[in-house]
């Protein structure tokens, strides 16, 4: 199989299984089940009693009812139509109607790895689980000392996910889409240097002694008149976006650095419905209150162009609508690049397994 043969086109991407997505917030598990789509699998999640966290496939074999509209019986998921209960492992443990436990009588349960109020889920082979491959955390600003994890909040789109993981990495539409919230008017005509690894695409700018924008100020506990930044926006393939602002005060006679990094993880819930669930590392405590107002805001433009864009695409069909890329596309079509190989490679090794 060919690279040209996986689509990575904006609107209707294909999408890598061996790897692990965000699929919520530690915070929302508890003792009733969530309901959550997942590279079009249907998952349900829950906690056992001793609080581990648990994600199985959200079909009873029986039947076919969600076991989602079931309820939590010690650490098993009963079904709400005949009560047929299934253990944390996805067996079943109970069928209250009598007869044997078949073997079949059994649902898929996917591996959870929980770190810094984030839930990561394997989609793919279970066995392949390899821890290595989340994003390392202390990189993010989630982990280790000196930084702040600050959870997140959890938006849907209508839309497939490389547009929603294009738009994040996008610096250049932050003058128009966004004109006015969150910079100067002066980003998309900023030269960037990138840096590509096998995981990674970086790009960085810097603005050298910039008027400081108020909102800056406010935001980011900034002092003084003027300020030096770098703005770094990595994409971790396939499916996450840090974007970092590192500021340094000028023109005060003690100079700080602060260092804000949002994270937005990029989770298809399938082809054409995808989850954002974002976070803040920062490397000072967090003390606006009104962060997520701001961000859900800005992330709902994004949304509504994205929704604009897909809707677009679906109209006119790929052979009507394609792309004309400019330069500063280069890093999203490394991105495409990546990703495309990942799927290339895991296809490549079921087709020998
Ligand atoms: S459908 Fe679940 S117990 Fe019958
Ligand atoms: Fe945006």
């Known amino acids: 199989m060919h690279d040209q043969d996986i689509a990575m086109i904006p609107g209707l991407a294909d999408f890598p299984r061996n790897q692990w997505y965000v699929i919520g917030y ?61 253990g944390p492992d996805g067996k079943c443990t109970k069928i209250p109607s009598g007869g044997g436990l078949p073997a079949k009588m059994a649902v898929k ?16 082979i279970g066995a392949q689980a390899d821890v290595t491959l989340i994003p390392n955390h202390e990189e993010l600003g989630m982990e280790g000392t000196g930084w702040y994890p600050d959870p997140g909040i959890h938006v849907e789109l209508k839309a497939n996910y490389l547009l929603p993981l294009e ?11 966004h004109h ?4 100067t008017g002066n980003v998309a005509a900023v030269p960037y240097r990138m840096v590509v690894d096998d995981r990674r695409v970086r790009v960085f700018r810097d603005f050298v002694n910039e008027p400081m924008p108020p909102i800056l100020a406010q935001v980011f506990h900034l002092r003084g008149e003027r300020i030096t930044r770098t703005l ?5 393939v396939p499916n996450l976006v840090m974007i970092r602002n590192s500021f ?10 602060r260092v804000n990094t949002l994270i937005v993880a990029v989770t298809p819930g399938n082809a054409r419905y995808t989850h954002e669930f974002s976070a803040f590392g920062n490397n000072y405590p967090q003390q606006y209150a009104g962060r997520f107002d701001d961000l859900k805001k800005i992330l709902l433009e994004d949304v509504e162009a994205i929704e604009e ?30 990703i495309s190989q990942m799927i290339h490679r895991e296809r490549e090794g079921a087709a020998a397994a």
């Not at 738009?167 to 889409?177: E, F, G, Q, R, S």
């Not at 340094?248 to 650095?257: A, G």
């Not at 809707?311 to 495409?336: C, H, Q, W």
Request: hydrophobic content about 40%.
């Open 26 to 86: 530690s915070s929302e598990l508890g003792r009733s089940p969530v309901r959550r789509d997942c590279l079009g699998d249907p998952i349900v999640l829950f906690r056992t009693e001793a609080g581990k966290a648990v994600a199985l496939f959200d079909r009873c074999p029986h039947r076919g009812m969600p076991l989602s509209k079931g309820k939590l019986l010690g650490d098993s998921i009963q079904c709400g139509y005949h009560g047929i209960e299934f």
């Open 109 to 124: 349960p996917y591996p959870l790895i929980e770190r810094a109020g984030w839930i990561w889920i394997w989609m793919g």
């Open 167 to 177: 738009n994040l990495a996008d610096a250049t539409h932050i003058t128009y889409l």
């Open 180 to 183: 006015g919230l969150i910079d």
């Open 232 to 236: 770094e926006l990595t994409t971790f």
């Open 248 to 257: 340094i005060e000028v023109d005060v006679p003690d100079p700080q650095r």
């Open 309 to 338: 864009i897909q809707t677009m695409f679906d109209r006119l069909g790929i052979d009507r609508a394609p792309e004309v890329s400019v330069k500063s596309d280069e890093p999203a079509i490394r991105v495409r690049r990546l």
